[in-house]
Antibody, heavy 118, light 111 residues
Framework: EVQLVESGGGLVQPGGSLRLSCATS????????MNWVRQAPGKGLEWVSV???????YYADSVKGRFTISRDNSKTTLYLQMSSLTPDDTAVYYC????????????WGQGTLVTVSS | QSALTQPRSVSGSPGESVTISCTGT?????????VSWYQQHPGKAPKIVIY???KRPSGVPDRFSGSRSGNTASLTISWLQAEDEADYYC???????????FGSGTEVTVV
């Protein structure tokens, strides 16, 4: 069974930065395409970013230029570096395994809450 | 890229069938055979129930089925059970630039 454990969420002021982590196994991070998906309180799901093999990355327009997805296979961890945060970024952030070019998110973590507020 | 359009809510009695629509465009749902559906219970992470328009992951009951016609995908839940009460989201590939777009979500109530 795939295990994904997010951490790093919390309260941050507008304009601030935060780095989220998603811990998993070596097998999972080396054989899967990894995604971040978020959900604002009481709202729907929004895809945020994906990292493919070879470090190819894609981002939603809403976070492009502000968020950076990366992974450290040796630490079996996926990251999401977030900067220039606004209240609209307030959400539960989930990491999820995926497939190349398919919206097939098979396994999800439990999520970590990011609150952007002064 | 706007979210795909889903009805806000649908309801049915135990044993009945309900169908949730997901309307997109010729740039997403109508262009690729890549539509998935997710079930989310309150306070829980989403769970995939359909991928590639019609395929069911292992362990998902065959009461869940998917289809597509033009720019609209649909999820049908047959023989509705109390445990099916949840929020459901569709998701489509939308090309390399936009990548993935989710639907607005549908609350399924078992009355």
């Amino acid at each position: 069974e795939v295990q994904l454990v997010e951490s790093g969420g919390g309260l941050v002021q507008p304009g601030g930065s935060l780095r989220l982590s998603c811990a998993t196994s070596e097998l999972t991070i080396s054989t899967n395409y990894m995604n971040w998906v978020r959900q604002a309180p009481g709202k729907g799901l929004e895809w945020v970013s994906v990292i493919y093999n070879g470090e190819t990355t894609y981002y939603a327009d809403s976070v492009k230029g502000r968020f950076t997805i990366s992974r450290d296979n040796s630490k079996t961890t996926l990251y999401l570096q977030m900067s220039s945060l606004t209240p609209d970024d307030t959400a539960v952030y989930y990491c999820a395994t995926g497939w190349f070019g398919e919206p097939r998110f098979d396994s999800w973590g439990q999520g970590t809450l990011v609150t952007v507020s002064s | 890229q706007s979210a795909l359009t889903q009805p806000r809510s649908v309801s049915g009695s135990p044993g009945e069938s309900v169908t949730i629509s997901c309307t997109g465009t010729s740039s997403d749902i109508g262009a690729y055979n890549y539509v998935s559906w997710y079930q989310q219970h309150p306070g829980k992470a989403p769970k995939i129930v359909i991928y590639d328009v019609t395929k069911r992951p292992s362990g998902v009951p065959d009461r869940f089925s998917g289809s597509r016609s033009g720019n609209t995908a649909s999820l049908t839940i047959s023989w509705l059970q109390a445990e099916d009460e949840a929020d459901y989201y569709c998701c489509s590939f939308a090309g390399a630039y936009t990548h993935y777009v989710f639907g607005s979500g549908t609350e399924v109530t078992v009355v």
